[in-house]
């Protein structure tokens, strides 16, 4: 069964939720784990992409926009549908994407902006009622 974990910052910026999708993507890669992060557009994915290049002067994060033939361990997508054999799913939507299950573990990013807040407590509440493993991290 999926193991979904949350990440609650403490912070209100949507900015520092794409910032600790960052740290979160680079510290699965060294891990070994293809990722796959589900944005909520396709404006939100190419920010995203953008910033998975320079979040941090140290770290390099292979990783390429969704397409065909994306071969990368890191791949980024805001459509119905997720790269196949991946073991990690980053949610970055406000809606759980129909394709879940297919993963091994389910990261949710919770950020303290109310317009985060609601549909976060709203997926926390569907995970829970369907059984699935749980885990909150307090990130600061």
């Known amino acids: 069964m999926t193991k979904v974990d949350f990440y609650i910052l403490d912070s209100a910026q949507p900015g520092d939720a794409l910032q600790y999708c960052c740290r979160l993507a680079e510290k699965a890669l060294k891990k070994g784990l293809g990722i796959y992060i589900h944005c909520s557009s396709e404006q939100q994915a190419s920010e995203l992409d953008n910033l998975l290049w320079s979040f941090s002067p140290e770290s390099f994060v292979p990783h390429e926009l969704k397409s065909a033939r994306a071969k990368a361990n890191v791949v980024i997508g805001s459509d119905?549908?997720?790269?196949?054999?991946?073991?990690?799913?980053i949610n970055l939507a406000a809606e759980?994407?129909?394709f879940f299950s297919r993963f091994q573990?389910?990261?949710e990013i919770v950020c303290?902006?109310?317009?985060?807040?609601?549909?976060?407590?709203?997926?926390?509440r569907f995970y829970k009622d369907r059984?699935?493993?749980?885990?909150?991290?307090?990130?600061?």
């Not at 059984?131 to 600061?140: C, D, E, Q, W």
């Open 131 to 140: 059984g699935y493993p749980l885990k909150t991290h307090k990130i600061s």
């Open 105 to 107: 573990r389910v990261g």
């Open 96 to 98: 759980i994407p129909d």
């Open 80 to 89: 119905a549908t997720a790269p196949e054999a991946v073991e990690l799913l």
């Open 112 to 124: 303290q902006d109310e317009s985060w807040l609601q549909p976060s407590r709203n997926r926390y």
